[in-house]
């Protein structure tokens, strides 16, 4: 009974003061959701038509095939942007033909309605090259996570991207598949830095970031928020955000807005 008062106290205790932390994550495992991105200066499909110069200054299409049954397509100096978070990998020493999204193994390229059961996708970047995550100036970022592990897939090493921004402390799981970053308290940037520095390849299958106003922010976010439009979000009873799609019987806190209830699912 405590734990569930404490539960609901700390749900309620951050409508009434107006925080809110929004949880936003890059699934690239999907093909068929790469599309939902913003993509900047180019979309996705202007991407994969498009080509750019390698690290040795030839000129080659963006989407190319490697190693016969696999494709790659070159994200260099793109931004990529979703529900206010948007990453920028660059490539400034021009080390390889990184960073990029890699498609494996299809028999041709998803131009359009890929199936996503037939093969997968990861982001990928190399040494010396940078990972940025930014959110507005108002916002602080409180935790990003990449995820090199995904269900069915081969699980990657991530654990030579070090973040190059002061404020927080980054630690790995124990094989190297979640690079997690977690921001001290009181911390309040709006931008941190990956860069990779080890020779392997790193990758992710999935980034999330969570963020929040900053302490001296303008409000506008919560003054323009409106309960209709607010996803709806469920935790357990011990305070564990939950997936709406697979919810078990049970009771759950359902969290809509400014609006905090007890809901039985049956």
């Not at 609901?8 to 068929?32: I, M, R």
């Not at 970047?125 to 930014?134: A, D, F, P």
């Not at 602080?140 to 069915?152: N, P, Q, T």
Request: some cysteine; glycine content about 6%.
């Amino acid at each position: 009974m405590k734990k569930k008062f404490l539960l609901f106290s700390f749900l309620l205790a951050c409508v009434g003061s107006g925080a809110k932390a929004d949880e936003v994550t890059f699934d690239f495992s999907t093909p068929a959701d790469l599309g939902k991105f913003t993509y900047a200066p180019l979309s996705i499909s202007e991407l994969i038509k498009s080509t750019y110069l390698n690290n040795k200054g030839v000129e080659k299409d963006r989407c190319y095939i490697s190693n016969g049954s696999s494709y790659v397509l070159i994200l260099e100096g793109e931004t990529i942007s979703k529900d206010g978070v948007t990453l920028f990998l660059d490539n400034p020493e021009k080390v390889t033909n990184y960073p990029r999204y890699f498609f494996g193994p299809i028999d041709k390229f998803p131009e359009t309605d890929p199936k996503a059961e037939d093969f997968y996708s990861d982001i990928r970047w190399y040494t010396k090259e940078t990972l940025q995550i930014s959110v507005d100036e108002t916002k602080k970022i409180d935790k990003v996570v990449l995820c090199a592990a995904y269900e069915g897939l081969k699980n990657r090493d991530n654990s030579e991207t070090i973040i190059q921004t002061e404020g927080g402390v980054q630690t790995f799981s124990d094989d190297k598949t979640l690079n997690t970053w977690v921001a001290d308290q009181g911390t309040q940037v709006s931008e941190i830095l990956y860069k990779a520095i080890g020779s392997s390849t790193q990758m992710a299958y999935t980034i999330t970031v969570t963020y929040s106003d900053k302490e001296n922010g303008s409000g506008i976010s919560s003054v323009n928020s409106n309960d209709d439009n607010a996803p709806v979000e469920y935790y357990d009873l011990t305070g564990v955000r939950c997936n709406p799609d697979n919810l078990t019987p049970g009771i759950y806190v359902m969290r809509k807005g400014a609006s905090v209830k007890k809901v039985s699912i049956k």
